[in-house]
């Protein structure tokens, strides 16, 4: 692995496989539905079948992209916890590392959509007085969220520190 | 305005009933005038532009004096309403202002939440020469109370008597500063201020009361300790892009008018408001800038037409940015910001406040001094772009670095624009690595500091890879350290 990304400690925490299952779906019906709109109005109108048949290698074309990438963006996802800091990372091929001191976090908001909850996975975002800070860990399973943003809480409540 | 630092203080003179309440000046009823008589303006030149062609040029200029004078009489007559009905109080515990007309509204300043109190001239009293009293407090939203307006003396004395009770009633903030301001007249050194804060600020506050009576805390302005020479000022605005930029499009435009007398010159107005606006806010608003020490910041007063009064607090200051433009180099002047956080105080945008309009790379490296103990960013050691990065910035990369040392971190980056961007340990927020597909190819990565909303951005671009790690690494434990020696974690 390279240096630049290695773990803190021992190894990265993955993310579910889940947000991999989610994005998978999410791209391919919005891929399909797309493109099937597109090929319905060219049929309809145009009927030039060459183009109907090219939308839809482009979909099929978008499709496999969209899950090979959900499978890669879900492997990038990772997170650890130090001693003193949450280290995230994130990114496949713009990667990056995002490092919070504990007593830096103002606030921990746990997000979950209608489509997360029933996968039962959830976002969680760290806030420290600088917005341009964004420290959030998507696809975290609903009960180690929760953990994580009572944990995370209570280090930044110990170890809090005005601004 | 500096008033007569060395004559001693007058004995704290009983306050007059403060049942009763005292009034601000008089002439306080006429400062807000020129408010109505440019409505009044605004309103008779849409009248003209409306429906003005039908009238005679007679009665357009009767018009236009019966709306202005209407505006200004109103003005006038509720100026004096509003004098009428502000009143202050000053007890044991709080000063309280009193106004409203018809919903009367009650601010209160109590003592031991004071943490700087400011003389401002706003220019519309300076006419009248009065000057506005503004209160900074420590917390909450309603973080400053001013009174308008007051004659120079009367609001020195008010000063005076509103940081001595302050400081009888131990507000923390003006108490830790003391020391310093004691030992005034610039014998004291960056540690002796910041030290008190952190080590026991108490006993030395005690210590310095019982050297002399209790009206000595001498919390009065203490001599600058920068000013900046108007001339410099011209001068540097002179020769900075934000004013050659319409300062040339107006030479082009003049030129191409004579030339071809033909072409309508129409971009002069805008240019000719471009250039007074630079103008504005670089030379008329920084005009005379002055650094002190106060008790609880560094206290800025500036300005040719308003004389603004500002602290920027010790505690509150994040960051710093240190700016050179290219043509600034040669004449090795620099420009600095600090970002303030949740700074109520009078910055041109939310927490951005301006440490240095023009200043020459030492005059920042002391109030760099000043502003955070031991820090001097000179000295810091840097590692630099390696040259393999140069496809990301053919000149600017020699320009970029970033490094750290037991006090702070600092970022280097900008060729036509140089920034140094400085961030003391203890206000780190977040730290990020960062690298996109061309910068793996090259080995090099960035690295971020994140402070809290400012001007500041800490931002070392396309450094060695393993330069990156490393101090992201070593941040991370350089700023625990910095907040475990203040005691905050």
Known sequence: MDPLFAPPADTWHPVSPKLRTMHRLLTVVWTLVIAGVVMAIVALTLQWWWLVGLVGAAAVAVAVWGWMWSARNQAAWGYAENAEDLWIRHGVAWRQIVAVPYGRVQYVDVTAGPLERSYGIAKVSLHTASSSTSAAIPGVPAGEATRLRDRLTELGKTRGSGI | ?489
């Open chain 2, 1 to 489: 305005m500096a008033p007569g630092s060395d004559q001693p203080l007058p004995p704290p003179s009983p306050e007059p009933a403060a049942a009763v309440g005292q009034r601000t000046h008089p002439a306080s009823a006429l400062v807000r005038v020129w408010l109505w008589v440019a409505a009044g303006l605004f309103a008779f030149g849409r009248d003209l532009v409306e429906g003005g062609e039908s009238r005679s040029l007679l009665s357009m200029l009767w018009i236009g004096l019966a709306i202005v004078g209407a505006a200004a009489l109103l003005g006038v007559a509720f100026g004096y309403l509003s004098w009428r009905f502000t009143r202050y109080f000053i007890d044991g515990r709080e000063i309280r202002i009193e106004r409203g007309i018809l919903t009367r509204s009650s601010r209160r300043a109590p003592y031991e939440r004071i943490q700087a109190v400011d003389i401002a001239e706003p220019f519309a009293a300076r006419i009248f020469r009065l000057c506005e009293l503004r209160i900074e407090l420590a917390g909450g939203d309603d973080s400053r109370v001013a009174l308008q307006y007051l004659r120079q003396s009367e609001a020195d004395r008010l000063r005076h008597l509103l940081l001595q009770r302050a400081y009888e009633a131990g507000s923390q903030a003006v108490r830790d500063a003391v020391p310093a301001s004691v030992a005034g007249a610039g014998a004291t050194d960056a540690l002796g201020r910041a030290a008190a804060p952190s080590l026991g600020g108490a006993d030395d506050g005690t210590a310095a009361s019982t050297e002399a009576p209790i009206t000595v805390p001498h919390l009065d302005l203490s001599p600058p300790i920068l000013v900046v020479p108007p001339l410099r000022l011209v001068v540097a605005t002179v020769v900075s892009a934000e004013f050659l930029a319409p300062a040339l499009f107006l030479t082009a435009l003049v030129v191409g008018g004579v030339v071809f007398p033909g072409v309508i010159v129409f971009g002069v107005v805008p240019l000719l408001l471009w250039a007074g606006q630079v103008i504005m806010s670089r030379v008329v608003a920084q005009w005379s800038f002055t650094l002190r020490r106060a008790p609880t910041g560094l206290h800025v007063t500036r300005g040719l037409l308003s004389r603004i009064a500002q602290t920027i607090p010790y505690d509150r200051v994040q960051a710093v940015v240190v700016r050179q433009a290219a043509l600034w180099r040669p004449l090795h002047l620099e420009r600095a910001e600090v970002t303030v956080a949740g700074g109520s105080n009078d910055s041109d945008e939310s927490g951005s406040a301006t440490l240095l309009p023009v200043a020459t790379p030492d005059e920042v490296r002391m109030v760099l001094g000043e502003l955070f103990t031991d820090v001097d960013h000179v000295r810091i050691p840097r590692v630099r772009a390696p040259r393999r990065s140069a496809v990301f910035a053919p000149v600017g990369w020699r320009f970029r670095s970033a490094g750290s040392d037991a006090h702070a971190f600092v970022t280097e980056s900008g060729w036509i624009m140089h920034r140094t961007d400085v961030v003391p340990h203890a206000k780190t927020q977040s730290v990020v690595i960062k690298q996109g597909p061309l910068q793996r190819l090259r080995g090099v990565a960035d690295i971020v500091v994140h402070t809290p909303d400012g001007p500041v951005a800490a931002h070392g671009y396309s450094l060695d890879a393993a330069d990156v790690r490393a101090l992201a690494t070593a941040q991370l434990t350089l700023a625990r350290q910095a907040r475990e020696e203040r005691g905050e974690s």
